[in-house]
């Protein structure tokens, strides 16, 4: 089984100041992460995704995460927050190997304040 | 880079009717997924496919839903007699074997 928890369903930053979006993950197996965003009536756009190798992950936009198995955590962060950035941002957790069922978290609508 | 395309963009339907939503998977995948997405709630998984069959549904995959990959290209996902709760944004995705999965751009379903 897997699931995923992210902290704050709503999180407001300056802009120019640091993103910080928090995400949990439990799963029975080594997983694979990801993080993806989703602008209004929009589709899913992956951000970043963590499978295996080097625990910190870059992706676009500027945008990186951290995998730490011992805290079960892949936060993700962005040093300067740009308005662009405003959106909703889902942490999503999925089983290696061949059968890859994705499991979202509930999302955290990211507000940037000019 | 190949891409996950899915038809139509958008389909309005009254209650009761019959849908098809369309998706054409990445030629080589071989795992294929339908979630969905209720506006402003979190992606749900519906359905996984692989050799020519279901491998996995969930509770929301009912009876009124289907899945078919009827000439090896398409994959489509069916409802049968479709309600209001069924409006959502509905999502196919697929991958190859120890890759991760690429997702379409989505189906936004409205029903009436």
């Known amino acids: 089984a897997q699931s995923v928890t992210q902290l704050g369903s709503h999180v407001s930053v300056s802009e120019g100041a640091l993103v910080l979006l928090r995400c949990n993950y439990s799963s029975s197996v080594p997983p694979y992460l990801f993080w993806y965003v989703q602008y209004p009536n929009q589709g899913l756009q992956l951000l970043l995704k963590?499978?295996?190798?080097?625990?910190l992950v870059k992706g676009i936009n500027g945008f990186e995460a951290e995998f730490k198995k011992s805290e079960t955590s892949f936060h993700l962060t962005k040093p300067s927050a740009h308005m662009s950035d405003a959106a909703e941002y889902f942490c999503?957790?999925?089983?290696?190997?061949?059968?890859?069922?994705?499991?979202f978290g509930t999302g955290t609508k990211l507000q940037v304040i000019p | 880079e190949p891409e996950v395309t899915q038809t139509p963009s958008h389909q309005v339907t009254q209650m009761g009717q019959e849908v098809i939503l369309r998706c054409v998977p990445i030629s080589n995948h071989l795992y294929f997924y339908w979630y969905r997405q209720i506006l402003g709630q979190k992606v749900e998984f519906l359905v996984s496919f692989y050799n020519n069959e279901i491998s996995e549904k969930s509770e929301i995959f009912d009876d009124q839903f289907s899945v078919e990959r009827p000439d090896g290209s398409n994959f489509t996902l069916k409802i049968r007699s479709t309600k209001l709760e069924d409006s959502a944004m509905y999502f196919c995705?697929?991958?190859?074997?120890?890759?991760?999965?690429?997702f379409g751009p989505g189906t936004r379903l409205l029903v009436l």
């Open positions: 995705a697929g991958h190859k074997t120890q890759e991760t999965q690429y």
């Open positions: 999503a957790v999925s089983h290696s190997g061949g059968y890859q069922k994705v499991t």
């Open positions: 963590y499978t295996t190798g080097a625990t």
